[in-house]
């Protein structure tokens, strides 16, 4: 699937001659991002005594379940995947409440909040990280870094896109390819697979 393929698409299917999709295409590709479909890793954010918490890779998405999974390295040892506090913000709150460098050891949960990934204990010396996540897509449009699967719904999507944005025929052409576009997404989301290679639990 390649953007020329998408732009012959929508003008063969609108009747139109348009030579840039780019705003559409950027459309499409953020929304079905949403539904957790690409995947990164990050493995440049170290730990010290004095850290309380990692950020999220500037590619990660802002939504809930962002973050698949984390593990804190020892210099000897490959973490594990660390649980997620049950008790959310609050728990952790709780937990850190008194001398927060007192409870320094080596992290054994985390909390995804607000863009950081909090720790818990802060960690008490130095680690690296490893930190698997769902992102955004890349800022350039090609290659289109969704899977061949997707084809479809891309097209209608940005089909969809490119009829509002021109009022063709008017309402009409947009209500149809949009219907298209939302079933190929629904269609799509209930066939992504839960990734069982990271398995993590609550403390």
């Not at 289109?144 to 940005?158: L, M």
């Not at 309402?171 to 398995?199: C, F, M």
Request: glycine share 6%; hydrophobic share 35%.
């Amino acid at each position: 699937m390649t953007k020329s393929d998408i732009l012959s698409f929508v003008n063969s299917r609108l009747r139109r001659h348009e030579t840039d999709i780019d705003e559409e295409l950027r459309l499409v590709l953020d929304d079905l991002a949403d539904l957790l479909v690409l995947r990164g890793y990050d493995d440049t954010q170290g730990l010290t005594a004095t850290s309380l918490y990692l950020d999220y890779p500037s590619d990660c998405l802002d939504v809930q379940g962002a973050i698949i999974s984390v593990c804190v390295d020892a210099e000897s040892d490959e973490g594990s995947p660390l649980p997620t506090l049950r008790g959310g913000w609050r728990e952790y709150r709780r937990l850190c409440s008194g001398n927060v460098n007192a409870l320094r050891s080596t992290p054994a949960a985390k909390l995804a909040f607000g863009g950081k990934i909090y720790l818990y204990p802060p960690p008490g010396g130095n680690y690296t990280t490893r930190i698997w996540y769902y992102r955004r897509h890349a800022e350039a449009l090609e290659p289109i870094e969704f899977p061949a699967e997707w084809d479809r719904c891309i097209k209608f999507g940005v089909t969809a896109e490119v009829a509002a944005k021109y009022g063709l025929n008017n309402y009409q052409a947009w209500q149809v390819w949009n219907t298209r576009y939302l079933g190929q997404k629904q269609e799509r989301a209930l066939s992504l697979p839960h990734d069982p290679a990271i398995v993590e639990t609550s403390l």
